[in-house]
C-alpha cells in the first residue's frame, strides 16, 4: 500500500518526479514533464488529458529509439531514404510499386525481393530505403554484401561454426545483400 504525500512543494515533486523516472527508466517524461505541466496548466487540460500526453510522448519516444537501433544494427553502408530517390532519373522504376514493396508485406510473408539492373540504376539506393522502412516498421534487418557474405560462410565452415553462423543470419526477418563490382 502507498502512502499519500500531501504538502509537497513544488521543488520536492519535481525531485519526486525526476527520481521516479529514472527509477522506472522513463527519460522522455523525465526531460520534458515540466514543460507538459505548463502547457497543461495553459490549456487547462484535466490530470487525465495530462497524463495521457506525457505517456503518449515516452511511447513515441521510444518507438522512435528502437527505430534507431534496428537501423543501426542493420548496419547499412550508408543513410538512404526513398523520399530521397529519383524515379525520374528512370523511368522504368514503378513509384506505386516501390511503395507498395515500403509497406513490407513481402517481409512479413517471408517473399524475396530481388533487385536486377545496370550500374547506376539506383539498385543499392533502393536495397538500403526498403530496408530501412523494414527496420523502421518493426523488422530486424541485416544488410552485408554479397562478398562478404560468401567470405563468412566459408570461414565459419573452415572453423566448423557453419550452423552458429547460419543460425545467427536466420534470426533476422530481412536480410539485405548487396552487390560491388
Not at 506525457?54 to 531514404?81: G, H, V
Not at 522504368?92 to 515500403?102: E, Y
Not at 512479413?108 to 536486377?116: E, F, R, S, Y
Not at 543499392?124 to 530486424?140: K, N, Q, V
Request: proline share 3%.
Amino acid at each position: 500500500m502507498t502512502t499519500k504525500r500531501r504538502g509537497m512543494t513544488e521543488e520536492a515533486a519535481d525531485a519526486a518526479i525526476d527520481q521516479a523516472c529514472r527509477m522506472l527508466r522513463m527519460p522522455t517524461i523525465r526531460s520534458s514533464f515540466t514543460d507538459y505541466a505548463d502547457r497543461a496548466g495553459h490549456e487547462q487540460m484535466s490530470y487525465r488529458g495530462y497524463l495521457a500526453e506525457l505517456l503518449l510522448a515516452e511511447c513515441d519516444d521510444r518507438a522512435r529509439r528502437r527505430s534507431e537501433r534496428r537501423i543501426k544494427a542493420a548496419k547499412f553502408p550508408r543513410e538512404k531514404s526513398l523520399r530521397a530517390f529519383d524515379f525520374d532519373a528512370n523511368p522504368n522504376i514503378d513509384p506505386a510499386v516501390i511503395h507498395t514493396l515500403a509497406k513490407c508485406e513481402w517481409v512479413q510473408k517471408g517473399q524475396p525481393l530481388c533487385l536486377i539492373g545496370d550500374s547506376g540504376t539506383g539498385k543499392s539506393h533502393l536495397l538500403i530505403a526498403l530496408g530501412t522502412e523494414a527496420a523502421m516498421a518493426g523488422y530486424r534487418v541485416k544488410y552485408t554484401l554479397a562478398t562478404h557474405l560468401a567470405n563468412e560462410l566459408v570461414e565459419a565452415a573452415d572453423e566448423m561454426t557453419l550452423a552458429k553462423t547460419i543460425a545467427r543470419y536466420g534470426r533476422v526477418d530481412l536480410l539485405c545483400i548487396g552487390y560491388v563490382k
